[in-house]
Structure formats: C-alpha cells, structure tokens
C-alpha cells in the first residue's frame, strides 16, 4: 500500500492542505488539495477538521511560526547526535528564558569541524500541545519550523558556498532562513509582511527590507561577511515586485519558490490547472519532509515522547509487574526494595549533584569532576576579589568608556568569578557594536563578546547581552 502523508500550512486567516501519495520507487505525486478559511469554518479547530473531511487518509505533518522560537548557535566537542541530545539542555538552559522543563528542543547540525556546530530552537511545549490538540484525534509526526521544510526543498537553488535567504513572506509576518550552501545556519522572523501588497508603500516590503538589511549588516558584523547571492520568495507576498525589488535593493538573484518543480512532484491533472506554487509550497514541502525523510526540525517527540513511551509499553508493563512481585517474594521482598532504594537514592544525588554544578557554573561545557571544577572557579573568584575590582568599579569604567550620545539602559549585570555578563537596552544594532567596541578598549575587560540582540515589541530600542572576562 503507498504511504500518504498530509502537509498542513496554517497561516492566520487560512489553513492550506496538500496530500502526497509516496510510491515504492521514491516518486512523489499530489493526489488531493484543500484550502479553507478559518473565520468562515468557525475557528481553527472547526479549519482542520474540514480539511481532514476531504482528505480522508494521510499522516499529518505541519509547522510553527519561526516567531514563537528562541534560536541559539551553539559549539559542541562531539559530533554523535545522541550525545549533542543528552547535553544541549544544559548548554541552552542559560540562554532561554523559560526553564528547561517547559519547553521542547531540537536541533540542527549546521557544520562538523574538530566537533558541531548547532543550531538550536526552543519553544514552550504549552504551544506544541495547542497546535496537537487542535487536531484532535489525528495522527501528528512531525511539526516543524516554517519556513524550513521549503528552505530545504528548494535548497539545490542555492550553490555550494553561496549565501541563500529562503523568505516566507505572510500578509503580517515572514520568516526567513539564512543558508549556507544546502546547510541552515540561522532562522530569524520579522513581524511585518506583503501589508497590503504594494511591494513600493511606506510599509509592508519596504519595512521588511529595511529589517533584512540591518539583519544582514548585525551577521556581517558578527560572523563575517553575509550578502546573498541569491534570495527565494513563497508565500502571498511572493510576487515578481517584490522580487524586482530585492534585486535591486541588494544586487543579487531573486526568485520564486516552486517547491512542485523543484522536486519533481507529479501534479494530478485537475490539480495542475489551478496550482499556485507561492501559496502552496509549505504545504507540499511538510507533505514531503514526511515521504522523503527530509531533515529539519519536530517538535513532537519533546511533548509527546513520555506519553508514547508510556501507550505502547504499558501491557509490558503491567505483565513485568505481576513477573517482578513474584520474584520478589521468592528472593526476598526486602533485600530487592533494599536495593531498589539504593539505586533510586544514587541516581537522584547524582541529579542533585548536577544541578547544584549546573547551577554555580551554567557556562561549564560539561561535567567532569565537580568538586574540582567548582573549587577551581572558586581560586578564580578568590583572584578576582583579591585585584578590588566590584560592581561600582565595573559600572564605573563603562560609565567612563560608553559614549555620552549613546542612549545606553543597563538592565542588569552579573559576575561569575571573573566572568561578567552585562545586560542592557540601546539605540540599535550599530549602537551595540559601539558599546562592544568601546568596552573593549578598557584595561579591565577582555574577550569581549555580543551574546544577543532581540528587538523590542515597540520597536524604538534592542536588548542585549555582553559577555567578557575581567582582567
């Protein structure tokens, strides 16, 4: 029987469907379509549920907006997945802003050079539950990142060692993906989008060119030079203006997705008279993530994973219980609940033990030994307490080196025996990089570096995080 799998693109006013039937030889073809409105079906729930009505038979797969993530680029030692999964937690658990039991991770391996690089998202597992339940009783593998699955799609667009941006540009929003070659290495969301459709207006695209322009400039300023050699449209504001436009604003190709050619997906006849691939290319790229094995992102496994585990085994479960009570008796209810104990009170020391070092030391690669790690950061405190630098010393030298015409907030700093994070709210990105530059040149300060920058909801100020050593 051939596999059918069904890509859902659930934007704010619309649920779009597409269903791929998977043959033996590895060929996809598009069987079924569906789009429907969600305020005319009475909600979301009410959307999907019609959508499931007309394409009865199909895994569902869909995506998440890229703006309810919390992206992190983070360096590893090692290079096997299962090992990146086990310790990625503890590296991002200082870097999120919600604790690390709320929410669900994966990731993305970005290059492999003497160890990983990574790229990380988090998301609170409250929104994945919202998006399962919406679907009722339907069977959800995969949820995604939008828009990965069309990045990946279209990513032999993009030649090896070229810069590419895959913008999924919405009516208010987009999403955007920086890639490498055919690797992603950043997924940023701009809350502005195709407005009201005029590519030349005072907002709508120009303010999302405007936003891509300083994103490009912060990358550049960071990890070296990002201009793109070629950028590719979907979505509703995918239009041969906005690409005419991209060309000129940043000299470089420009074009629109279409996932169906692409990928060579056959198209049913009666499909293939009223496709429109900038509309539907989420939907047939989360589609094919499932037929082809496609990577990118999922969600599912963080939130569901326990409940799975526990579906499945349970009948064991039950049947190793009756087993385990009647060897108990004959060996000895005592000596085996003696020795259950003992093992449930090791592992939890050695959990309490971890997050007591995790806790002292967040920016720790990993753990080793623990009291000699924790004694060495202590000698360090001690050397730095011993040079007479404090809090005011410090607020005062950066006093004295930022700029007066800087707007410059500081929200907050924190000392780790030598270790300083500052945090604070300026102008901009290029205010940033003067705050960097001129802390910099201090005699106190080295290594340092931009941990962060998030643009404020009003959108007047950013938020950043420095991190250096005092010396």
């Known amino acids: 029987?051939?596999?059918?799998?069904?890509?859902?693109?659930?934007?704010?006013?619309?649920?779009?469907?597409?269903?791929?039937?998977?043959?033996?030889?590895?060929?996809?073809?598009?069987?079924?379509?569906?789009?429907?409105?969600?305020?005319?079906?009475?909600?979301?729930?009410?959307?999907?549920?019609?959508?499931?009505?007309?394409?009865?038979?199909?895994?569902?797969?869909?995506?998440?907006?890229?703006?309810?993530?919390?992206?992190?680029?983070?360096?590893?030692?090692?290079?096997?997945?299962?090992?990146?999964?086990?310790?990625?937690?503890?590296?991002?658990?200082?870097?999120?802003?919600?604790?690390?039991?709320?929410?669900?991770?994966?990731?993305?391996?970005?290059?492999?050079?003497?160890?990983?690089?990574?790229?990380?998202?988090?998301?609170?597992?409250?929104?994945?539950?919202?998006?399962?339940?919406?679907?009722?009783?339907?069977?959800?593998?995969?949820?995604?990142?939008?828009?990965?699955?069309?990045?990946?799609?279209?990513?032999?667009?993009?030649?090896?060692?070229?810069?590419?941006?895959?913008?999924?540009?919405?009516?208010?929003?987009?999403?955007?993906?920086?890639?490498?070659?055919?690797?992603?290495?950043?997924i940023r969301a701009f809350p502005c989008g195709a407005g009201d459709g005029r590519p030349g207006g005072d907002g709508g695209i120009k303010q999302l060119l405007d936003r891509l322009e300083q994103t490009l400039r912060f990358f550049s300023g960071k990890d070296g030079d990002f201009s793109p050699n070629v950028v590719i449209l979907t979505g509703s504001g995918a239009t041969e203006e906005t690409a005419a436009l991209i060309r000129r604003r940043f000299r470089t190709r420009a074009e629109i997705a279409d996932v169906a050619a692409t990928c060579a997906v056959r198209l049913d006849p009666g499909i293939g008279r009223v496709w429109k691939p900038a509309l539907m290319n989420q939907a047939l790229a989360l589609a094919l993530r499932g037929s082809r094995g496609a990577g990118g992102f999922n969600m599912v496994p963080g939130v569901q994973g326990k409940k799975k585990f526990f579906r499945e085994h349970v009948n064991r479960l039950k049947k190793a219980a009756a087993l385990s009570a009647l060897f108990a008796l004959v060996l000895g209810i005592n000596w085996g609940a003696g020795l259950y104990m003992d093992y449930m009170y090791l592992g939890k020391l050695k959990q309490g033990i971890a997050a007591a070092f995790t806790r002292q030391c967040p920016d720790a690669p990993r753990i080793v030994d623990p009291v000699q790690q924790l004694q060495?950061?202590?000698?360090?405190?001690?050397?730095?307490?011993?040079?007479?630098?404090?809090?005011?010393?410090?607020?005062?030298?950066?006093?004295?080196?930022v700029p007066a015409e800087i707007p410059l907030l500081i929200t907050g700093i924190s000392l780790d025996g030598a270790k300083v994070e500052l945090r604070g709210e300026t102008a901009g990105i290029e205010a940033v990089e003067?705050?960097?530059?001129?802390?910099?040149?201090?005699?106190?300060?080295?290594?340092?570096?931009?941990?962060?920058?998030?643009q404020k909801k009003d959108g007047n100020r950013v938020e950043f995080e420095l991190r250096m050593t005092c010396e």
């Open 376 to 401: 060495a950061r202590i000698d360090e405190a001690k050397k730095f307490a011993r040079s007479g630098a404090g809090f005011l010393d410090l607020l005062q030298e950066i006093s004295r080196l």
């Open 1 to 186: 029987m051939k596999a059918k799998f069904l890509g859902l693109d659930i934007g704010r006013h619309t649920v779009k469907a597409v269903q791929v039937e998977h043959g033996y030889r590895g060929n996809a073809r598009v069987t079924g379509t569906a789009l429907v409105r969600i305020g005319e079906a009475g909600g979301l729930r009410q959307a999907i549920e019609s959508v499931l009505a007309r394409l009865k038979s199909g895994t569902c797969i869909t995506a998440l907006p890229a703006g309810i993530f919390s992206f992190r680029n983070v360096r590893l030692p090692f290079r096997e997945k299962k090992k990146i999964a086990q310790t990625l937690g503890f590296e991002l658990e200082p870097l999120i802003p919600y604790p690390l039991e709320d929410v669900a991770v994966d990731f993305t391996i970005t290059s492999r050079n003497g160890g990983s690089e990574i790229l990380a998202a988090a998301v609170l597992k409250s929104a994945v539950s919202e998006r399962l339940e919406v679907f009722g009783e339907a069977d959800v593998s995969v949820i995604d990142i939008e828009p990965v699955p069309v990045a990946l799609a279209v990513r032999t667009r993009i030649g090896p060692g070229e810069n590419g941006i895959v913008l999924d540009i919405g009516s208010g929003e987009t999403g955007a993906v920086f890639m490498l070659g055919s690797q992603i290495v950043q």
């Open 434 to 454: 003067t705050v960097k530059r001129e802390i910099g040149r201090s005699q106190l300060f080295r290594e340092v570096t931009v941990d962060a920058v998030n």
